[in-house]
């Protein structure tokens, strides 16, 4: 018996060492519901860049307005209106709000 619970408690850590890496694609109006369950991790998320100049700053929207934040400017600036997809590392807070810290961006056709 201990060793078939051994055995079933090594296979759970294994499948969270494996999975520690991972990406969730989720789309943009469920991350804005679940922002909690979500903080800390990464992400792939599709919408539309839409931004600012003043203060400058850019955001990731759907067509229900649900949005989250970009980083770094310089990154996401040259996709400003186009269909895109984000992997980053999310981040929501009560004070700074919700923001994906981008390390991949690709425009969609």
């Known amino acids: 018996m201990k060793f078939k ?17 991972s990406t969730d694609e989720v ?11 979500y903080d800390g991790r990464t992400l792939t998320v599709e919408g539309q860049v839409r931004g600012l100049e003043e203060p400058e700053h850019y955001w990731l929207e759907d067509d ?34 919700r923001q994906i ?3 991949q961006i690709e425009a969609l056709e």
């Open 27 to 37: 789309s943009l109006d469920f991350l804005v519901l679940h922002s909690g369950s």
């Open 101 to 103: 810290r981008v390390h």
């Open 64 to 97: 229900r307005y649900n949005r989250v934040g970009l980083s770094p400017d310089q990154e996401v600036k040259p996709y400003l209106d186009q269909s895109v997809r984000v992997t980053g590392r999310f981040e929501a807070s009560g004070d700074k709000g």
């Open 5 to 21: 619970t051994g055995l079933v408690v090594a296979l759970f850590v294994t499948l969270l060492v494996g999975c520690s890496g």
